[in-house]
């Protein structure tokens, strides 16, 4: 039976229009840096534990939580796989993640020890930039995100402190970046305790939730300059060189030098400087992550 002309019409006519619909709003990012991994083991938790595991299972608890409330996770790692400090800052500048959340543990302390990075802050929207300081023109805001998490930490009762340091990969990343070390809660209770995990994983995420509520930071992510290039990765040889003493490391994570060789300016499109430039981290126990 063929059917009117006019009720072919009147059928179309009540077809929603694609082109009105109204568009979803853009999903924010945040990168979770599980730090150590493969060969890189980091500190000893407790008898059977070490870092690597401590970082990689808060992290992906707190991917979850994250996905739940609406963001989009980045993870720089999710497997036991060794993970260079240039690819981890590679990730973070290409997501244009609101913030970036470097995870570590120690057996050492207690609490939540936060750290952002000790370069100098440039202007916002600077576009020409040290591959080592490439985290200048977010400083200002990496503190104010970690004194948002010092205050949110305090009312979930758990103790922190906060400090800066020259630390990588925080150094080389274009976003507000902190490094979250996560030591006991206290002589009963280490950082792979699974009940402590869950505490410190909610305290985060709903942190992040009010990150995401300001508009100025939120706008000033979202077109960020061009990142400079990162340096070429290291080799598998020098790779596994570099982690032979990491897996009998059992002390706390290492505190990186604070004296540096600068490399060449980098402007965006251009190649970085050799990390063989750089001065090798000192190893002294009981300051900053790496």
């Not at 991917?63 to 260079?84: G, Y």
């Not at 939540?112 to 440039?122: I, K």
């Not at 202007?123 to 805001?141: H, I, K, N």
């Not at 906060?162 to 080389?172: A, K, M, Q």
């Amino acid at each position: 039976m063929r059917r009117s002309p006019l009720i072919l019409l009147g059928a179309l006519a009540t077809l929603p229009c694609l082109a009105q619909q109204p568009t979803q709003p853009q999903k924010l990012t945040i990168v979770l840096d599980p730090a150590r991994g493969g060969s890189e083991y980091g500190a000893r938790i407790d008898t059977k534990t070490y870092e690597k595991q401590v970082t990689l299972d808060i992290a992906n608890r707190l991917r979850a939580l994250l996905v739940a409330r609406d963001f989009n996770v980045v993870l720089t790692r999710d497997s036991d796989a060794l993970v260079t400090n240039e690819q981890r800052a590679a990730v973070a500048n290409q997501s244009k993640a609101i913030a970036c959340v470097s995870l570590h543990a120690t057996a050492a302390g207690n609490g939540l020890h936060l750290w952002t990075s000790s370069v100098n802050a440039m202007p916002v929207g600077s576009t020409a930039v040290l591959w080592d300081e490439a985290q200048a023109p977010f400083v200002q805001r990496s503190q104010r995100l970690a004194s948002e998490f010092a205050a949110a930490f305090s009312r979930s009762k758990i103790a922190v402190s906060s400090g800066h340091t020259w630390i990588r990969p925080l150094d080389n990343m274009q976003c507000p970046a902190v490094a979250l070390e996560i030591a006991p809660e206290d002589s009963d209770t280490v950082a792979s305790d699974r009940t402590y995990q869950a505490h410190l994983a909610d305290a985060i995420a709903s942190q992040m939730v009010f990150w995401r509520g300001h508009a100025d930071v939120v706008q000033s992510i979202l077109n960020p300059p061009p990142p400079p290039a990162a340096p070429k990765p290291a080799t598998p040889e020098s790779a596994a060189g570099a982690g032979k003493t990491a897996a009998h490391d059992t002390a706390n994570p290492v505190t990186p030098a604070r004296t540096r060789t600068a490399p060449a300016p980098v402007t965006p499109g251009t190649a970085a400087a050799s990390p063989a430039t750089r001065t090798t981290p000192a190893t002294t126990p009981g300051e900053a992550p790496q």
